[in-house]
């Protein structure tokens, strides 16, 4: 379905001369530098497939996206989506895609939703009881009769989005590409957004490649991650498998009975205190979880203790902290 | 088909936006043909004093005016979209036509549509046929049909100065103004015989930017002063700039960069 080869983009960032007569000498010549934004990426998706994009702001993502939707031309390397590659079969590929940014909408800011509606029916050529089984569908489902009549530019933010993601589907597309559709979104809102991108994927097995850095995103959606920072690609696999390689650390949580003044235990290093309240971090390689407990046991008076995996955003934090980590150990580099 | 009837809809879209502010789009309409008629009045005021320029009358330079009037007034009803593509880049909206199944020039070209450059239009022509009606032309059929694809070559010429200031657009923004000077300055110009001019500015105008075919050939032909082959071609001339205008922004597309990656 989406087959990406050695696939890097760089951009020249020029630098800009003002007023006048520097606006007609960048037309001539003009200082630029390079800016590698993707590096030799690779990695194929399959259809029904749901893949969470992640990585961290200005890693790639958005231009990785762009290059698969035909808006960027790639640098070098190639990208097919549906058999189309996309800079060269634009508007094949864009019949088969849906495209989603969070950033911006892609509807007329003047119109209302229904008439932005009625307008991509139009572009796309989307046969009338298509149209009106698809609209009755997200209108259910996303609950738009509430604001359909509204002008976009009025709309909330997840009001907007909703809208958005409803207009990426209307013409049945194959493919969905979600850029950060949870991004500024309250809690409810981001749920009813996640619930129904589950749905379109399960039923109409809709391939979903879905760009975030809320990792909400990914553990309630995708199965597959790709990790990607500072334009290269760093993990490609199963979320679980991720959790599996990096969970060599745990977290100790005590409850202390008093507050004593020292709490440091061999082989665990402090990472959290208040008052009585302490988290320690070690690893069980080192020290099993038993061991650590008899220790403390030993020293002090305890109220409660649990011992914790740490959670997904820490995990993904330590890789972007020490991705050598990664390196030496993934399969893919 | 399907291109027309969309766009026909994107045309209606627009105007429905703009008379929704009907006070205010009357009054620019009215402002309008205001300016445009102070600026024939300016040139009717100089040939009071001068009789002549250059071995025209008065109302030889109202053909010339009346016609690039009309070619300017309908470019830029028309093509609209190219002259405000800047902000379409700086706000990422080409991002969107982009991932739309539609040629991109065909979207920008429907993007907009400025009725209110139909107070420029309606006095342009009061003048072209005010003009007409004083001369001593013998309007033959040959003459109106190629008078009618002299006009269609002007506003292609116009159109393709905004596309080329558009797809500048793609590697720097505010480029826009440099296209301007050859845009207004153009209209400007060309509401005077080019004969006043001096050769290498002429030569500037004819070979590298066709000024001179939307109306200075044109006029040279129907007020039957030349019948020369390059006189005869003239009208055409605006639709091949057009031509290579778009052959420009195809090849510019594919250079865009987008905004914050």
Known sequence: ?333 | MHHLSLYLHFVKLRIRAQMEYRLSFLFELFAQSCIAVIDFFMIAILFARFKQLAGWTLWEVGLLYGMIGICFAFAEMFARGFDLFQDNVVRGEFDTMLIRPLDTFYQVFAHQFLLRRLGRLVQAIVVLLIASSQLAVSWTFAKVAYLLVALVGGTCFFIALAVIGATTCFWTVHSIELINIFTHGGLFMGSYPFSIYRQWFRHFFTFVIPLACVNYFPSLFLLGKSASVGVLIAPFVGCVFLGVAMLFWRWGVLRYQSTGH
């Open chain 1, 1 to 333: 379905m989406i087959e990406v080869r050695n696939l890097s983009k760089s951009f020249k960032i020029y630098h800009h001369r003002k007023g006048f007569w520097g606006t007609f000498a960048n037309l001539f010549s003009r200082k630029h530098r390079i800016v590698q934004a993707v590096d030799n990426v690779s990695f194929t998706v399959t259809r029904g497939e749901m893949v969470g994009y992640l990585g961290p702001n200005g890693a790639g993502k958005s231009t990785t996206i762009k290059m698969l939707t035909g808006i960027l031309v790639p640098s070098s390397g190639s990208v097919t989506v549906n058999g189309y590659i996309p800079h060269r079969q634009r508007k094949e590929n864009a019949k088969r895609i849906g495209v989603v940014f969070g950033q911006r909408s892609h509807l007329w800011f003047d119109l209302p939703v229904q008439e932005s509606f009625e307008l991509l029916r139009r572009i796309y050529r989307i046969p009338q009881e298509q149209y009106r089984r698809n609209v009755a569908m997200f209108d259910e489902l996303l609950e738009l009769g509430a604001f359909f009549q509204t002008p976009v530019r009025q709309l909330s933010l997840g009001q907007r989005m909703r809208a958005d993601i409803g207009a990426a589907l209307l013409h049945n597309p194959d493919v969905l590409f979600l850029d950060e559709p949870t991004i500024g979104l309250d809690v409810v809102a981001k749920s009813r957004i996640r619930q129904f991108i589950a749905q379109i994927n399960t039923e109409r097995q809709v391939t979903v490649v879905l760009t975030t850095h809320d990792l909400d995103d990914v553990e309630k959606l995708c199965n597959r991650v790709i990790l990607i920072d500072d334009a290269r690609l760093l993990f490609d696999g199963e979320l679980a498998t991720l959790r599996r390689m990096l969970s060599k650390e745990r977290l100790l949580s005590v409850d202390y009975a008093e507050d004593y003044p020292d709490v440091r235990v061999p082989h665990a290093q402090i990472t959290h205190r208040e008052g009585t309240r302490v988290q320690y971090r070690f690893s069980p390689e080192k020290i099993r979880a038993a061991e650590l407990i008899g220790t403390i046991l030993q020293k002090f008076r305890i109220v409660d203790i649990a011992v914790q995996e740490p959670d997904i955003e820490e995990l993904i934090k330590t890789v972007y902290e020490d991705n050598l980590i990664l390196r030496k150990t993934s399969k893919i580099i």
